[in-house]
């Protein structure tokens, strides 16, 4: 009997379980899935804030930190936007596009998406180890991977030998929903390289100031981050300020700047209106503008945030626009667009949706994910040394290693 464990019932286990069985066939195979929580899916039930946000219009190697460009170029080109389309209706998924490009399921459930995956694996023969713990894997020449696991609810150890195995352990983010990096010591022992972990989109704390008065109110906005005059990124999105300092995508796609280097002194710079900067100028140009300059700014933000605002850059709120001398103007151009906060610190693991680093790409096959140290084993997901930003970028890649290397696997073996 022809055996395939794969280690993690995440995204990236299960679509990479449901490939593989299916490309083998029925007869004279196992496919089992260990997965050490009591159900699947866990973390995947919660993304997108329970819609699943799956993938995105925007996806292109360059929007995607860790490995050469060249890498991630290769997994898109065996996985892009169409074929995870393609691959999730056929599973009984169909998603849809937002106008900004974001994908989601038609049933805007992650819940939904958890539940379908788990049919399709019975459907498939998959037999599911759940409150299984792979604690060990070694590999024995000649006989293939030896697994060392415990299943919680009988409490009994167990150990198995498989013909091939992927790994799907994710990384080290949200602990309590699974993922805790335990078997990074298991890939270091087979002989792999574990680029530095460290927690990616999560909240960046800040020195408010005043500022601390615009708690709870939310900002689409661009941002950067300097060291000194140097910009390190960029990003654009939603924010909102809270107690500490700043949360949403608009911040969270720059935190692992922060993370990878404690020990810089780093600024992050808010530009409230930079969607709007040259709009706000014509319109306080137009001689036929009879607004207040309070009214003006009521176009892009909540009274509170004006009000905040006004008073930074000494403006009467009841001044006419027209009245606005050239100072005054560039007063508030710079409160509107200029602000720096001195970072101090950023979002741990407990609060960081991601885990950066994780298992060294040039080691994997990028059209297959399996190992070029050792034939046989695949490591996808979050595990690997790859992670994008906020908006479906990270379940892309779950789905895409999770199919290409299930896939690969099958036709390799039959
Ligand atoms: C709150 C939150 C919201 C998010 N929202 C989005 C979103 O909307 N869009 C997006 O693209 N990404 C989102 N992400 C990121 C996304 O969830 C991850 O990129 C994705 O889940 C990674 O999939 P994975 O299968 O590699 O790992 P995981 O989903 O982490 O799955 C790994 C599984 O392996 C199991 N496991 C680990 N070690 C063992 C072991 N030794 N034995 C047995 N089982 C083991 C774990 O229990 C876990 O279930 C979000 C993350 C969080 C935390």
């Known amino acids: 009997m022809f055996r395939v464990a794969i280690i993690g019932g995440g995204p990236a286990g299960m679509m990479a379980a449901i490939e593989a069985a299916r490309g083998l066939g029925k007869t ?15 973390k995947l039930a919660v993304t997108g804030a329970g819609r699943c946000n799956i993938s995105n219009d925007g996806i292109k190697a360059s929007a995607y930190h860790g490995p050469e460009p060249a890498w991630t170029e290769s997994l898109l080109e065996g996985f892009a936007v169409e074929d995870l389309e393609r691959a999730l209706y056929r599973l009984g998924i169909p998603i849809y596009k937002t106008d900004d490009g974001w994908y989601y399921p038609l049933s805007q459930s992650a819940a939904s998406v958890v539940a379908v995956l788990e049919e399709r694996l019975l459907g498939q023969g998959v037999l599911m180890r759940v409150a299984t713990y792979v604690r060990r894997v070694s590999y024995k020449e000649g006989l293939g ?43 270091e022992a087979l002989g792999h390289t574990i680029k530095p972990l ?6 960046i704390d800040a020195r ?9 109110q939310r900002f689409d906005a661009h941002t950067a981050i300097f060291d000194g005059e140097d910009c390190l990124g960029r ?61 003006l700014l009521l176009r892009y933000f909540a009274p509170k945030a004006v009000d905040f605002f006004l008073t930074q850059a000494a403006l009467n709120p009841q001044k006419f626009v027209q009245e606005l001398t050239e100072l005054d103007f560039q007063a508030l151009i710079q409160t509107l667009s200029m602000t720096r906060f001195d970072i101090t610190g950023a979002g741990d693991f407990s609060n960081s949706q991601l885990t950066a680093g994780g298992i060294a790409t ?14 046989g084993l695949y490591v996808i997901g979050e595990a690997v040394d790859i992670f994008g930003p906020c908006g479906g970028y990270n379940l892309h890649i779950a789905f895409a290693s999770g199919y290409l290397a299930g896939k690969s696997l099958a036709e390799m073996n039959n």
Request: hydrophobic share 40%; charged share 20%.
């Open 28 to 42: 004279l195979r196992e496919v089992v899935l260990f997965e050490h929580e009591p159900k699947l899916g866990r």
């Open 198 to 203: 460290y927690p990616a989109l999560g909240p």
């Open 145 to 187: 991977f030896e697994l060392t696991f415990k299943d919680y609810a009988s409490g009994e150890k167990g150990i198995e030998l498989f013909d091939k195995l992927i790994v799907a352990t994710g990384g080290k983010s949200y602990p309590e929903l699974g993922a805790k990096g335990h078997f990074f010591s298991q890939l």
């Open 208 to 216: 408010l100031g005043a500022f601390t008065a615009l708690q709870g």
């Open 362 to 375: 040039e080691e994997l096959d990028p059209y297959t994910l399996q190992s070029k140290r050792f034939a």
């Open 235 to 295: 990003s654009f999105g939603n924010l909102i300020f809270t107690k500490k300092g700043l949360n949403g995508p608009g911040v969270m796609n720059l935190s692992h700047l922060v993370t990878q280097s404690p020990e810089k002194n780093l600024q992050l710079e808010v530009n409230f209106i930079g969607p709007w900067i040259e709009e706000l100028a014509e319109a306080a140009s137009d001689e036929n503008n009879h607004a207040s300059v309070r009214a």
